[in-house]
T-cell receptor, first 113, second 115 residues
Framework: GQQLNQSPQSMFIQEGEDVSMNCTSSSIFNTWLWYKQDPGEGPVLLIALYKAGELTSNGRLTAQFGITRKDSFLNISASIPSDVGIYFCAGGWDNNAGNMLTFGGGTRLMVKP | NAGVTQTPKFRILKIGQSMTLQCAQDMNHNYMYWYRQDPGMGLKLIYYSVGAGITDKGEVPNGYNVSRSTTEDFPLRLELAAPSQTSVYFC??????????????FGEGSRLTVL
């Protein structure tokens, strides 16, 4: 199946710092998505990317769909304590049934006030 | 706004016991999914359904069964629980197939421990 490598696995940063995380794969994806999971909750979609090269922002979050369609990054600017959580990338791809998602292993973000 | 509701939130099982994780959504979504989440491993797809009466295997289906008799409900059954099934289980639903739009709506998760 499709594999996604997400890095870093965890980050511990000071409030106000910028954050960058990325996902890479040897496979091509049709869509790239970034989710955030708060403690004790299910993941929630942050940003969806549908075209190679696309750069999209959502408030302090910016994500890009790599031009090769094999990678994506997520940046968070001026981090705040509520940014704490696990961030997942996910790649959309086609199988016989249609379009499916493969998730990365997650980046655990901790923010020190 | 109920969205996707999972029960129970926590459960401890003995090896060999059976149980059903319940999932219901009130958004009239055709597509529903069961994922398991293990530390550092992301979310792995167990089973999914594209509509009532239709289910299909995901990446890690062994040891599980599902049914989809209604649009709203998508229960996940563990017949003979094993320690390897200790995990957090997430049910999700979407308006279209996940890879098309990525807009999956997740429940809060069910933490299962098999001892």
């Amino acid at each position: 199946g499709q594999q996604l490598n997400q890095s870093p696995q965890s980050m511990f940063i000071q409030e106000g710092e910028d954050v960058s995380m990325n996902c890479t794969s040897s496979s091509i994806f049709n869509t790239w998505l970034w989710y955030k999971q708060d403690p004790g909750e299910g993941p929630v979609l942050l940003i969806a990317l549908y075209k190679a090269g696309e750069l999209t922002s959502n408030g302090r979050l910016t994500a890009q769909f790599g031009i090769t369609r094999k990678d994506s990054f997520l940046n968070i600017s001026a981090s705040i304590p509520s940014d704490v959580g696990i961030y997942f990338c996910a790649g959309g791809w086609d199988n016989n049934a249609g379009n499916m998602l493969t998730f990365g292993g997650g980046t655990r973000l901790m923010v020190k006030p | 706004n109920a969205g996707v509701t999972q029960t129970p939130k926590f459960r401890i099982l003995k090896i060999g016991q059976s149980m059903t994780l319940q999932c219901a959504q009130d958004m009239n979504h055709n597509y529903m999914y069961w994922y398991r989440q293990d530390p550092g491993m992301g979310l792995k797809l167990i089973y999914y359904s594209v509509g009532a009466g239709i289910t299909d295997k995901g990446e890690v289906p062994n040891g599980y069964n599902v049914s989809r008799s209604t649009t709203e409900d998508f229960p996940l059954r563990l017949e003979l629980a094993a320690p390897s099934q200790t995990s957090v289980y997430f049910c999700a639903s979407s308006k279209s197939l996940a890879g098309n739009t990525g807009e999956l709506f997740f429940g809060e998760g069910s933490r299962l421990t098999v001892l």
